[in-house]
């Protein structure tokens, strides 16, 4: 059974540094790539940051010099180093795994105190 599982999200005070991690597991195979969304209440779910299997990245513009995205392509894990995390990066984050389709995990809540 496919399955995502992440970790790391919580709460910080802002200017803080959170890292995120997402394990695939079970019938995900041929990964093309891996990366992170989220959804702050009231909004749509937005790209933060994705990778591809070939190592080339995408971040959004609010998160460009704060944020690293990285993956280790055999433990088909990706991960998110947040750092000078702000107040409006408070949103559920959620893992998402483009293969032969679309992956997305339940989500883990990143919430930045001012």
């Known amino acids: 059974q496919a399955q995502l599982v992440e970790s790391g999200g919580g709460l910080v005070q802002a200017g803080g540094s959170l890292r995120l991690s997402c394990a695939a597991s079970g019938s995900i195979f041929s990964i093309n790539s891996m990366g992170w969304y989220r959804q702050a209440p009231g909004k749509q779910r937005e790209l933060v940051a994705t990778i591809t299997s070939g190592g080339s990245t995408n971040y959004a513009d609010s998160v460009k010099g704060r944020f690293t995205i990285s993956g280790d392509n055999a433990k088909k894990t990706v991960y998110l180093q947040m750092n000078s995390l702000k107040p409006e990066d408070t949103a559920v984050h959620y893992c998402?795994?483009?293969?032969?389709?679309?992956?997305w995990g339940q989500g883990t809540q990143v919430t930045v105190s001012s």
């Open positions: 998402q795994v483009l293969a032969w389709r679309t992956y």
